[in-house]
């Protein structure tokens, strides 16, 4: 069983940055591939990023790439979303998953354990 804990939303401006740190429990998080989702109020869950096991590979949504960066410290359990030049279509909430499976790594169904999401709202 692995335990995901967000922090690191908030209310900034347009054209801001904030960085997101999900803390995974449990063991061989190096072995897991770990991703963001966001959910944006009346939408589905949609797929930011996703970083595989080593960190080595990364992988982004065509609406974040350039502005996004995920990254992960192994030594840690932990994995961050670094969100520069926000803008008001990202405001949503972000969740933090994990699978230590193979499997589609863009859609929800692709992972097993979820964070219970944190808040990023971006202002005009």
């Known amino acids: 069983q692995v335990q995901l804990v967000e922090s690191g939303g908030g209310l900034v401006q347009a054209g801001g940055s904030l960085r997101l740190s999900c803390a995974a429990s449990g063991r061989s998080f190096s072995t897991y591939t770990m991703a963001w989702f966001r959910q944006a109020p009346g939408k589905e869950r949609e797929f930011v990023a996703y970083s595989r096991g080593t960190g080595r590979s990364a992988y982004y949504a065509d609406s974040v790439k350039g502005r996004f960066t995920i990254s992960r410290d192994n030594t840690e359990n932990t994995v961050y979303l670094q969100m520069n030049s926000l803008k008001p279509e990202d405001t949503a909430v972000y969740y933090c998953?994990?699978?230590?499976?193979?499997?589609?790594?863009?859609?929800?169904?692709?992972?097993?354990?979820w964070g219970q999401g944190t808040q990023v709202t971006v202002s005009s």
């Open positions: 998953t994990a699978r230590g499976r193979a499997g589609i790594a863009v859609v929800t169904t692709g992972y097993d354990y």
